[in-house]
């Protein structure tokens, strides 16, 4: 579905942006006027992470006129993988000051605004009010539901993407011409369904495909060319090299979208995505010991079961010595229970904490109700016992 440009073009090109973009110019899509509408447009990319690494970089070089930023982070090792706008001397900044310095190092002309908050119902309309299109470069489900139903309750469209593993996902969503991200995912997982990009891991390459398609569908977008994804899920598999498209519909029960909507406004988006459930909360009230406690009982001899619940790839790059690794779909799965010590107080933990209170709460179902488990996780234990090991 071809869509009209977003943005009217700029009145004109510099000699300087002439021979910069010259390679766009002599394209027939583009050309002068595509390239104009480019200089004359505002984007805001929400997250200078993975997928926001490889999109500012290639708006700066294709000339979008105005990059925002929304990013709160600091730049750390372990981001160095794949967010190839920031380097090694940047770890330790804020990440969008190290990815303005980047983008103006790509191209000067670029004007670069940042917004150094974490977004959230209070400040987002004020924000994307700003700009002409919204790229969402996300990793966490309540700020993706925040992000669109910010853009359809503003008529505003914005370009997706999502990864994991092996995989990627890009889709243009635009309530105006097409669905929104609601149509296609209406309510959000289950806690604990399905890991971040930091508990199940990325191809650091993989952020690069499945950000170019973002730019590619943004510069679409801006200058009115081709044949945006609107409507189409595009599906990426790295491993195989595969790339499929899904159509997406418009749901006419959609909750934001619909015919008859039910969010009209904002709403709170940690609780209706919930990092942890319920069930979760309540098992770990109570029930939570600290990483220096846990230093303590073991110093003392105390009769424990230490369990960590991560995934083997995670066990070897650090663990909390002593403890044995059984992994959390285990005991979800009910297999594990059968196999716990009963005349020991079970103590569990994973990276974080929140893997280890959803299997928590399931051990309390079981009749485990001493069971404790490690808040702050491996990271704390690093943190707080043995600094000098690696964390991920």
Not at 80 to 89: C, D
Request: contains cysteine.
């Amino acid at each position: 579905m071809s869509l009209p440009p977003l943005v009217e073009p700029a009145p004109e090109l510099t000699v300087d942006e002439v021979r910069r973009y010259s390679r766009h110019l002599i394209i027939p899509d583009v050309g002068m006027e595509g390239q104009k509408r480019l200089k004359n447009a505002k984007v805001l990319c929400v997250g200078a992470g993975g997928l926001g690494s490889p999109a500012l970089m290639y708006m700066a070089a294709a000339g979008v006129g105005t990059l925002g930023i929304v990013e709160f982070d600091e730049v750390d090792e372990s981001n160095l993988q794949r967010q190839i706008i920031h380097s090694q001397s940047d770890i330790g900044r804020t990440k969008a000051e190290s990815a303005k310095d980047s983008i103006l190092g790509i191209n000067p002309l670029v004007e670069v605004r940042l917004h150094e908050e974490r977004l959230d119902s209070t400040n987002v309309l004020d924000m994307f009010a700003q700009y002409d299109l919204i790229v969402d470069g996300t990793d966490n489900f309540a700020t993706r539901y925040l992000v669109n139903d910010a853009c359809v309750l503003l008529g505003k469209p914005y370009v997706w993407g999502s990864i994991y593993r092996f995989d990627g996902q890009a889709s243009v969503f635009w309530s105006e011409h097409g669905p929104c991200y609601r149509c296609l995912y209406p309510e959000p997982p289950p806690p604990g369904m399905v890991p971040s990009c930091a508990e199940g891991g990325v191809l650091g390459v993989l952020c690069a495909s499945v950000g170019s398609i973002q730019v590619n569908e943004a510069i679409k977008l801006l200058a009115g060319i081709g044949d945006p994804l609107v409507g189409r899920l595009m599906i990426y598999d790295a491993l195989e090299m595969t790339y499929r498209q899904v159509k997406v519909r418009k749901d006419p029960d959609c909750a934001i979208c619909g015919e008859n909507p039910t969010v009209t406004e904002l709403i709170d988006y940690e609780a209706f995505c919930g990092a942890v459930s319920d069930e979760a909360q309540e098992a770990a009230s109570g029930s939570t010991i600290t990483p220096k406690q846990l230093k303590e009982w073991m110093d003392d001899g105390e009769n424990i079961d230490v369990i960590d619940v991560r995934e083997p790839n995670e066990y070897e790059i650090v663990s909390i010595p002593g403890a044995r690794l059984v992994p959390k779909d285990n005991f979800l799965m009910g297999d594990a229970l059968g196999e716990l010590p009963q005349d020991k107080r079970i103590v569990l933990h994973c990276k974080t904490g929140a893997r280890s209170a959803e299997v928590l709460a399931a051990l309390k179902n079981a009749g485990f109700g001493d069971a404790v488990h490690v808040g702050g996780g491996v990271i704390g234990w690093v943190n707080q016992i043995e600094p000098d090991k690696p964390v991920y």
